[in-house]
């Protein structure tokens, strides 16, 4: 196990593709502040027939860049890469190779998990960083939260983490099943992140929404946080932990299973 994550995490940091989604993504957390600054700077400014009140949605750099942790913006870019360095292996017969010098499936399965993991949150703390930087250079102030508060935040944080293990482990389900860089992509981007709501809603139209199924969506759970929700009560974390844990353990147990059972050309 130990030779098949070294052997993986060599590829991650040389892969070309890693670094690409990593810039862009951070990139863009960067931009966005800045544009939100500017927009908000030109409304000031246009003389209106209405007075709008506009205000800063950020106080400090950490109150934007804690919302790496729960902003929809990374999910693409996990869903690409987990896509191309998956893919890759079986394109390139790596995967084959592998099989055949005798590891456990079940072995190289979980270290796939494990790096793409890995990968995922190294793009998520870089744009905390890039995010938190570029924040405080727009408002000139670092933090003004309190102790409390900026606890709070990595609480929410840790939570988002645990389920952004699940969510990239439905795209290692994917990859590993589909083996296609195309057919992957599209299904995590168009099918999990896009469509797989509509699945939920379904469910609680057959029973009558006496039970909203939305609630127990993982991407839904993901999204409760959004913007550093702070009004989240108790039993939405301990469902967001619930339903991360369920995510995590279905897919990694039917991707193993899935794996085990198929012919590595």
């Known amino acids: 196990m130990i ?10 940091f040389k892969s070309k593709a890693f670094y690409i989604c990593t810039a862009v993504a951070a990139f863009l957390v960067s931009l966005s502040i800045f544009i939100l600054d ?36 990374v999910h693409l870019f996990i869903a690409i890469f987990t896509a191309i360095f998956i893919t890759a292996e079986f394109a390139h017969g790596t995967m084959k190779n592998v099989v055949s010098k005798g590891f456990s499936k079940v072995q190289i399965y979980l270290s796939k998990v ?15 960083i890039i995010g938190t930087i570029s924040a405080t250079i727009v408002t000139g102030v670092f933090s003004e939260s309190s102790g409390t508060l900026i606890a709070q935040m990595f609480q929410i944080a840790g939570i988002e983490l645990f389920l952004h ?30 469509l797989s709501s509509l699945i939920y809603v379904a469910l609680s139209y057959l029973f009558h929404n006496k039970i909203n199924f939305s609630d127990y969506s993982l991407m839904y759970n ?35 299973f899935l794996f085990k059972k198929s012919d590595v050309k």
């Open 3 to 12: 030779n098949l994550l070294q052997s993986d995490f060599y590829r991650l």
């Open 38 to 73: 500017w927009s908000l700077s030109v409304a000031s400014n246009i003389n209106t027939t209405e007075t709008v009140n506009m205000t800063f949605p950020y106080k400090d750099g950490i109150s934007y860049g804690i919302n790496a942790f729960s902003s929809g913006d």
């Open 114 to 128: 494990i790096t793409m993991t890995a990968a995922s949150f190294i793009m998520i703390f870089t744009m905390f």
């Open 165 to 194: 293990t699940a969510l990239t482990a439905v795209f290692v389900m994917i990859a590993m099943t589909v083996r296609n860089s195309g057919g992957v992509i599209a299904i995590n981007i168009v099918g999990v992140m896009s």
């Open 222 to 256: 993901i999204q409760l946080f959004n913007n550093m929700n702070l009004t989240v009560t108790g039993l939405d974390y301990l469902r967001s932990i619930l339903v991360g844990a369920a995510f995590l353990a279905a897919f990694t147990i039917g991707g193993i």
